[in-house]
């Protein structure tokens, strides 16, 4: 479609699609905050562990509380190391009695499926690396909805945020159908069969669709700053394998009351001895862009930290990042600066998640 | 595109637009078309030395901070402020859109510099890659 492209973990991605027929980063950010805009996200993995002990083996590898999972249901949550450090984050969707979908990022396709291997052997359960069988495409956006709707028979008003369905889709029976994202907004993951033919045509019927509601193709850059905007992490920055939860924030979707789980003990050691840094927003109040990677300093042009992920908002029009500090100086309304080309440029610590999308009345 | 002929290109993909002993320069419609979205333009202060070939600025697009590249040696005369707010016009006219404006110190260094019909074979030679 004339995208320009870039290597992302092995796979050929979009960055942005030309302005042309509607793209370019800022062009599909507004278009998935205001109307609906379509990614394609099959480079994400999928795990589906199946068996009479499928729950507990989620259960030992995952974080949340899976068995709050009603059949249908999904949840947010991540796979810890024995350190509580991250190996990923994941969303767990419950599809069956004794049936679970993880869905995993792409770079860490590999590593996560051979930890979930290696740590569920006790359990009496199938695990299967399902990642090259799907297509995984998003619909995101308050049309999401309106668009996807057209063209399945699976009842989309009926499914709450965070759960799934299956349907009809494009003449294709049972499929996948999630309402779940990385945008912040309402919206749509669909799991359709990874073939080319069935992707490419799927593809382009959803495009056809959604003409009437402005459908843009989004690439990766829409991808980021939209998740940024809803502070919602990203592997190998905000969470990592050598960072915990506490530090992360993730706090709610980490459920210590759990029995046992891998990552649990070291958690409970972290937050008794004190949890040292903090990840927290930061708007900027003097004229730059804060990156990945810059320095955060402190009124002293001390380095006190570092950001992890920075860049232009496009619909809330401000320069935002997110960092990791000190504990001690994380509370909102902090004054700070980030170094931008050895220059330290003013910030400050704001509430997050920066972008809330509005509640439907109806 | 056919590059307007009145004016010099870079191999970073500026130009530089000659007045007598003063020169005008900004960025190509290929460079604002590689960048995307262009959010954020650093220029120096009037008064500031150039020096040819070397960095003088940023350019900001939503992904990626691309520096500036002097096309000649000299001192900034004049700086572009809209661009400090509204640096999506280089976007919608890149030819039009100055940065800033100086007095050359050695303008023999242009003629190192390509002619509109060279950069436009050395862009459809970028573009193949």
């Not at chain 1, 899976?66 to 767990?92: E, K, M, N």
């Amino acid at each position: 479609m004339g995208a320009k492209m870039v290597e992302f973990n092995g796979w050929d991605m979009p960055v942005e699609y030309p302005a042309s027929i509607g793209g370019g980063i800022i062009a599909e950010h507004m278009a998935v905050r205001t109307g609906v805009g379509i990614f394609d996200v099959s480079h994400m993995g999928d795990i589906r562990l199946a068996g009479p002990q499928a729950l507990a083996a989620v259960q030992h590898i995952s974080m949340n509380d899976a068995s709050r999972l009603a059949i249908g249901q999904a949840q947010y949550s991540a796979l810890l190391y024995p350190q509580g450090t991250f190996v990923d984050d994941v969303i767990v969707h419950r599809l069956g009695e004794d049936e679970y979908l993880l869905v995993i990022n792409a770079g860490t396709r590999e590593k996560d499926f051979n930890w979930v291997r290696d740590n569920t052997r006790q359990f009496n359960c199938a695990v299967e690396n399902l990642s090259d069988e799907f297509t995984q495409i998003a619909i995101q956006g308050p049309k999401g909805v309106n668009l996807l709707q057209k063209l399945t028979d699976a009842n989309l008003s009926a499914v709450k945020f965070y759960w799934v369905t299956r349907g009809r889709l494009c003449g294709l029976d049972n499929i996948l159908v999630g309402r779940t994202g990385y945008t912040a907004e309402d919206g749509f993951e669909i799991y359709i069969p990874s073939d080319e033919a069935t992707s490419s045509r799927v593809w382009n019927e959803i495009l056809a669709a959604g003409k009437e509601f402005g459908v843009v193709p989004c690439g990766l850059g829409a991808r980021n700053t939209l998740r940024l905007e809803g502070k919602l992490p990203l592997y190998g920055h905000e969470i990592s394998d050598t960072i915990n939860v506490w530090e992360a924030g993730l706090d709610r979707f980490c459920k210590m009351e759990k029995p046992d789980f891998i990552g649990r003990g070291a958690l409970e050691k972290a937050r008794a001895a004190g949890v040292k840094r903090t990840l927290v927003g930061l708007e900027m109040t003097g004229r730059g862009i804060a990156r990945d990677g810059y320095k955060v300093l402190d009124s002293g042009d001390r380095e006190i930290g570092y950001v992890t992920s920075g860049s232009p908002a496009p619909f809330l029009k401000k320069n935002i990042a997110l960092a990791y500090v000190p504990t001690e100086i994380s509370d909102v309304g902090t004054a700070v600066k980030v170094e931008i080309r050895g220059q330290g440029v003013g910030a400050v610590v704001v509430p997050t998640p920066f972008y809330k999308r509005p509640k439907k009345t109806s | 595109m056919a590059y307007p002929t009145d004016r010099k290109y870079t191999k970073e993909h500026e130009w530089i637009h000659v007045d007598g002993n003063s020169a005008t320069v900004g960025i190509t419609n290929y460079a604002q078309e590689s960048l995307g979205d262009i959010v954020f333009v650093e220029t120096p202060k009037v008064g500031a030395e150039l020096s040819a070939g070397k960095t003088f600025g940023t350019v900001e697009s939503v992904k990626a901070v691309s520096d500036l590249f002097a096309p000649a040696s000299g001192t900034v005369t004049e700086v572009n402020g809209e661009l400090a707010t509204s640096p999506e016009k280089v976007n919608k006219d890149a030819h039009g859109s100055w940065m800033v404006k100086m007095t050359l110190k050695n303008p023999k260094e242009l003629d190192a510099l390509l002619s509109a019909a060279d950069y436009e074979k050395f862009v459809a030679e970028e573009a193949g890659h």
